[in-house]
């Protein structure tokens, strides 16, 4: 290829770039004179490049007679400085208009060192600002925002944490990028993938999403309650959109959460005794009543309950429910030293047990948490009664064993009526 043949292609190849950037781009001489005008300058001001090049400054054309020598002074001065300078006009289109435009130049150095000109990239103020808030807000997310924000790609990995969720994980920003969501959360994992596949196929939901999950943490799983929103992630740069992943936003609502979960359990729970007191005012002996009682204690609470009176120094079983297959009688009980039963008629109070211990002698098959409380009346413990659950539900805690109580209160009271204690 010739010498000129290789000019002619890099001039091609220099107006092709130039026409496809998103800024406005000009270029002077070291006389001032336009030498470059891409496609963007001529769709801001309506000026080719046929009509620009070769214009001496932007005097009679593009800027007013009156700000013309001023703006040619500021953009040319970049000849003289290191680095870009910054500066705002209000130009000329060419339909007679006026466009504020930021201007961002810097000087051309010829093959010798010395200025040879100045190139200068504007756009219009408007759109500049709009930038510069979406990069701002950006960094605001990213960086104060007082909930979590976290890119997900689209392998539903971490790509980006803003300090607030690093903080929610329990762990630095770095140490989250890229891992799986399930090495960072034991419970809810899959819902929330399940959310992020919806969002990256369908787009984001019409409202927030409530999620209980529970984050992996050193001290063991820590459940908590987060409201999140969903925001599918598209490439500005792509004729079609081509998801990039996932913007995630959460908030920590588990106190709110859970207050409301405690009122309503403590609602219905309040409800059960009531409906268990007229129901059990119906029986036609003390006895009947507690196997009421009982029905209506289990009902959201537990899986069993078993009522074991004291014989003189023994525990002998007095009824369970639901009843067991095969009711052994009034048996005593073989409860080995330590049992739960017996830690609750020493103590005159409740004891809680769950894995890893083992299931204590005496309860049925299936079952993980125990809670065992005394039965007192009129000053005297009367025996102990149990709840058990399975599995499938949480350990007792405190609540429970607040509310255990209540209803031991009531069938002690109705034993006590039923001269139990004596039989």
């Given at each position: 290829?010739?010498?000129?043949?290789?000019?002619?292609?890099?001039?091609?190849?220099?107006?092709?770039?130039?026409?496809?950037?998103?800024?406005?781009?000009?270029?002077?001489?070291?006389?001032?004179v336009v030498t470059h005008w891409n496609r963007e300058a001529e769709r801001i001001l309506g000026w080719s490049a046929a009509e620009a090049v070769g214009r001496h400054g932007f005097g009679g054309w593009a800027a007013m007679p009156a700000d013309a020598?001023?703006?040619?002074?500021?953009?040319?001065?970049?000849?003289?400085?290191?680095?870009?300078?910054?500066?705002?006009?209000?130009?000329?289109?060419?339909?007679?208009?006026?466009?504020?435009?930021?201007?961002?130049?810097?000087?051309?150095?010829?093959?010798?060192?010395?200025?040879?000109?100045?190139?200068?990239?504007?756009?219009?103020?408007?759109?500049?600002?709009?930038?510069?808030?979406?990069?701002?807000?950006?960094?605001?997310?990213?960086?104060?925002?007082?909930?979590?924000?976290?890119?997900?790609?689209?392998?539903?990995?971490?790509?980006v944490v803003n300090t607030h969720a690093a903080r929610a994980f329990g762990a630095n920003r770095v140490a989250l990028l890229g891992r799986p969501l399930g090495d960072l959360?034991?419970?809810?994992?899959?819902?929330?993938e399940g959310a992020l596949q919806h969002v990256l196929a369908e787009g984001a939901p019409p409202a927030p999403v409530e999620l209980w999950v529970s984050v992996r943490?050193?001290?063991?799983?820590?459940?908590?309650?987060?409201?999140?929103?969903?925001?599918?992630?598209?490439?500005?740069?792509?004729e079609e959109p081509?998801?990039?992943?996932?913007g995630w936003l959460f908030q920590d609502i588990t106190?709110?959460?859970q207050a409301?979960?405690?009122?309503?359990?403590?609602?219905?729970?309040?409800?059960?005794m009531h409906r268990a007191a007229r129901a059990a005012a119906e029986c036609e002996s003390p006895a009947e009543a507690v196997g009421v009682r009982l029905d209506f204690a289990l009902?959201?609470?537990?899986?069993?309950?078993?009522?074991?009176?004291?014989?003189?120094e023994r525990l002998v079983r007095s009824s369970a429910t639901p009843p067991p297959q095969a009711h052994p009688g009034p048996l005593p009980l073989r409860y080995p030293a330590g049992h739960p039963a017996l830690q609750a008629l020493d103590r005159a109070g409740s004891v809680r047990v769950g894995p890893p211990a083992a299931v204590p002698a005496g309860w049925p098959e299936g079952v993980v948490h125990g809670l065992c409380t005394v039965l007192r009346s009129r000053g005297r413990a009367l025996g102990v009664l149990t709840f058990l659950r399975s599995a499938a539900r949480p350990a007792f805690e405190r609540p429970d064993a607040v509310y255990a109580e209540e209803v031991a209160a009531r069938v002690a009271a109705d034993l006590d009526l039923a001269g139990t204690l004596g039989a």
């Open positions: 290829m010739s010498a000129s043949g290789r000019g002619e292609t890099t001039d091609d190849l220099l107006a092709a770039l130039l026409d496809g950037m998103d800024a406005a781009l000009c270029a002077f001489d070291a006389e001032g020598a001023d703006v040619a002074k500021r953009l040319m001065s970049a000849q003289d400085t290191a680095g870009r300078q910054v500066h705002e006009f209000a130009l000329l289109t060419k339909d007679g208009g006026r466009v504020l435009v930021r201007t961002q130049s810097a000087r051309v150095s010829g093959a010798d060192g010395r200025p040879a000109g100045v190139y200068c990239a504007f756009s219009e103020v408007h759109t500049q600002i709009d930038l510069e808030r979406s990069i701002a807000l950006s960094e605001a997310l990213l960086d104060d925002a007082s909930w979590g924000v976290v890119l997900v790609d689209v392998d539903l990995r971490p790509a959360l034991d419970q809810g994992v899959e819902e929330l943490t050193g001290d063991g799983p820590r459940r908590r309650c987060w409201r999140c929103g969903f925001l599918r992630l598209a490439s500005p740069l792509a081509v998801p990039l992943g996932v106190e709110a959460r409301e979960l405690d009122t309503a359990q403590l609602r219905f729970r309040t409800n059960q009902a959201g609470f537990a899986d069993h309950a078993l009522v074991d009176v004291l014989d003189g």
